[in-house]
């Protein structure tokens, strides 16, 4: 069973960044897409980013053009680069795949924007 594993939260200013990394157990060119999504408290879960192994991309409208999903296929990892961050931004983060017929989680890490 592949495990997706996120890091790289933590306590960031506004206006600052943060990369995420979320690294597969496997290798993630075989999942039919990867994405992003997140949960801050007392809401539901959203997406931020996904894109296929197509190579199409989608953001929400909330943090496009500050957000860019990127992926190292030699090293399985998605990365999510964050810029410009805002209070609102304040949530866990989480990689998501879909593996066939499955839907993967990582286990979430958690990003605070604050000053």
């Known amino acids: 069973q592949v495990q997706l594993v996120e890091s790289g939260g933590g306590l960031v200013q506004p206006g600052g960044s943060l990369r995420l990394s979320c690294a597969a157990s496997?290798?993630?060119?075989?999942?039919?897409?990867m994405g992003w999504y997140r949960q801050a408290p007392g809401k539901q879960r959203e997406m931020v980013g996904t894109?296929?192994?197509?190579?199409?991309?989608n953001y929400t409208d909330s943090v496009k053009g500050r957000f860019i999903i990127s992926r190292d296929y030699a090293k399985n990892t998605v990365y999510l680069q964050m810029n410009i961050l805002k209070p609102e931004d304040t949530a866990v983060y989480y990689c998501?795949?879909?593996?066939?017929?499955?839907?993967?989680w990582g286990q979430g890490t958690q990003v605070t924007v604050s000053s």
């Open positions: 998501n795949a879909l593996d066939g017929g499955l839907v993967r």
């Open positions: 496997g290798s993630i060119f075989t999942f039919s897409a």
């Open positions: 894109f296929t192994r197509s190579g199409s991309t």
